[in-house]
């Protein structure tokens, strides 16, 4: 059976030069960073010179990056001690962010009576500009806005700098979850005034139990988890070293590559689009998706028409095909309730067919596409998968 992973937006496969390094470091400087002895300096070392090459990718200081467990710590210790430590009282989002940020924004809502504004979205789930300076242009109490650069279901892409102009001229502070978009897009936060954002390491081909904050020198919020003086103090904790320099091997080689693997990456999402509309011309993209000026080019999601009663045992048949795709995030793969998103902007005609998130990598090849647009008509036409 062939395995075809077209799930890149949940996780992707690491580098070889990541593993390499990653086992090397385990094998070679397993010292515990904060001992004063020459193997937990060595380690402390490569932390070190990690901050700075990946605060050197994204133009700040390497004060500025704080290693976390991933982007969802990442954006619990922006958002949390916002409220706690820079005196927010009120949050502007949008409904279908993370619920790495959503579920933050709802417990700070419930249990310290912040108060939460969700800005306005388009019929293609893009936030609305307009409503965002109205909502900011209308605030009693310090204000943080938190909107994602690129939607992990949709693949929209928010214009981060217009965003970040709007909050600074009427001094609301700026976080994004940019998760999907570190490693796939350059980011110069000199030029853009973001106050905060979230990294991944497992979404630009480094390891999983990794990630970072960025937070913006002179915005003291203190540690969200408490005990010793690591990440000097922003997060308790025995760093995580080897990791710590995967994430950077993988950051230094996602951008080393970024203008090459970017052209390949485009080119598959642009061909599979064409093929799905030459095979299947019912196909309906959804969001932004289909539009490579307004969507990032590592996802298309899209809906197929399929009768009712085959659209339930459509992703389960795809994987007995050695198909990997998704719904949309992992993160809420246990739900029966359908994507979360989808269900914001479309209404129930729009979303009676099966919506699925294929998400692409420089691995991916126009063979594996032509094998699932294969697949898919298959499926189309007769509700049922020849056998694999």
Known sequence: MKQVYLDNAATTCLRTEVIDIITDTLQNCYGNPSSTHAFGRSAKSKIEQARKSIAKLLHVSAAEIVFTSGGTEADNLVIHNAVRDLDVGRIITSKIEHHAVLNAVEFLEKQHQVHVDYVDLDENGDVNLKHLEDLLQNSASKTLVSLMHINNEIGNILPLQKVAILCKANDALFHS?????????????????????????????????????????????????????????????????????????????????????????????????????????EVQFNGQSSNTEKSTYTLVNVSIPVKPEQAALMLFQLDLKGIACSKGSACQSGSDQGSFVLNEIYDIERLKNPNLRFSFSHYTTKAELDY???????????????KA
């Open 177 to 281: 979850d940019t998760v999907q978009s570190i490693g796939h897009f350059d980011l110069n936060l000199q030029e853009t005034p973001i106050d905060f954002l979230a990294a991944s390491a497992h979404k630009f081909h480094g390891p999983k139990g990794v990630g970072f904050a960025f937070i913006r020198k002179g915005l003291p919020i203190k540690a969200l988890i408490h005990g010793g003086a690591q990440e000097r103090g922003f997060r308790a904790g025995t760093e995580n070293v080897h990791n710590i320099v995967g994430m950077e091997k993988a950051l230094e080689m996602a951008y080393s590559n970024l203008s090459v693997e970017k052209n390949t990456i485009l080119n598959l999402k642009h061909y599979f689009i064409e093929e799905l509309k030459k095979h299947i011309p």
């Open 372 to 386: 699932v647009v294969e697949t898919l008509v298959t499926f189309a036409k007769t509700g049922k998968l020849a």
